[in-house]
């Protein structure tokens, strides 16, 4: 196809362009819109043709049935009596059997001597009729009230004077942080032919009484030198009144063990 024959050509000869026209379906195509529009017309009468057909069935039954009933005109209306029911009457209760009282007569009674105290403090039992005889035996009734035996006392184990523990330890007063300040500020130690850098550790126990005072104290673990052992002993000595410990309620003299570092400085 020349190139200005195809903008005047259908789109479909265009499709067809060198192709067999006489096979079918260029046939097919070109009148596929004739035929789909004659379809959908044939479709729409059959469709207007039955429900037309219907609605002329209808009338005709309604208008059959319209003509074959007939409607009275003269209605009697009767009255409807209700009829009322009846309540059944309450059964009869029948009095239960019973015989009349009967006031009792008082008759004068025979005269009983009563033994005078003089008799009844004589080693004799009581009974219907006197009767001279040896004295009863008698055995000791056990008494109804329970014996109470005193239970033992119990032994409360007895607290130690002094405690390795407390419930609240003692407490140098303003906490660690003071009693740290405490020891740098008044300990004094000669490094002399010391190696400088090296670590010294002294553990020192001592108690500290329910009053809060500082007593008993001892160097448990040295720190090699007898002076410096002797430096801690006396700081520790000059230490202030503690918070004492407390347990069950009251202050209790408590061990307390002090462990003190000691750095040589680097010169």
């Not at 039955?50 to 208008?63: E, L, M, Q, S, Y």
């Not at 009144?241 to 061990?255: C, L």
Request: hydrophobic share 40%; aromatic share 8%.
């Amino acid at each position: 196809m020349k190139p200005e024959q195809i903008l005047k050509a259908d789109m479909l000869d265009i499709l067809f362009e060198n192709r067999n026209k006489e096979y079918g379906a260029y046939a097919l195509r070109r009148d596929y819109n004739g035929r789909l529009m004659r379809g959908i017309a044939v479709m729409f009468a059959v469709v207007l043709l039955f429900i037309a057909g219907t609605f002329w069935k209808t009338d005709k039954a309604v208008i059959g049935y319209m003509t074959n009933c007939s409607f009275g005109t003269d209605i009697e209306l009767k009255k409807v009596e209700i009829e009322k029911l009846k309540v059944p009457d309450p059964p009869k209760v029948q009095r239960a059997a019973s015989i009349q009282h009967t006031t009792p007569v008082i008759v004068q009674q025979t005269p009983s001597t009563v033994p005078d105290l003089k008799a009844l403090s004589k080693d004799v039992s009581i009974g219907t009729e006197t009767f001279e005889g040896p004295a009863p035996i008698t055995n000791a009734l056990p008494s109804s009230q329970p014996v109470v035996t005193p239970a033992a006392p119990i032994e409360l184990p007895k607290e130690p004077a002094i405690l390795e523990r407390s419930e609240i330890m003692p407490e140098f007063p303003g906490g660690d942080a003071a009693m740290r300040r405490f020891l740098q500020k008044n300990m004094r130690f000669d490094f002399e032919e010391m190696e400088a850098g090296s670590r010294i550790e002294i553990r020192c126990r001592f108690v500290v009484d329910k009053d809060g005072k500082v007593k008993g104290i001892e160097i448990t673990k040295t720190g090699g030198r007898n002076e410096f052992d002797k430096e801690v002993t006396r700081v520790v000595a000059k230490m202030p009144d503690w918070k004492p410990g407390f347990q069950n309620g009251r202050n209790v003299a408590v061990y307390f063990t002090l462990p003190v570092i000691v750095e040589v400085p680097e010169q």
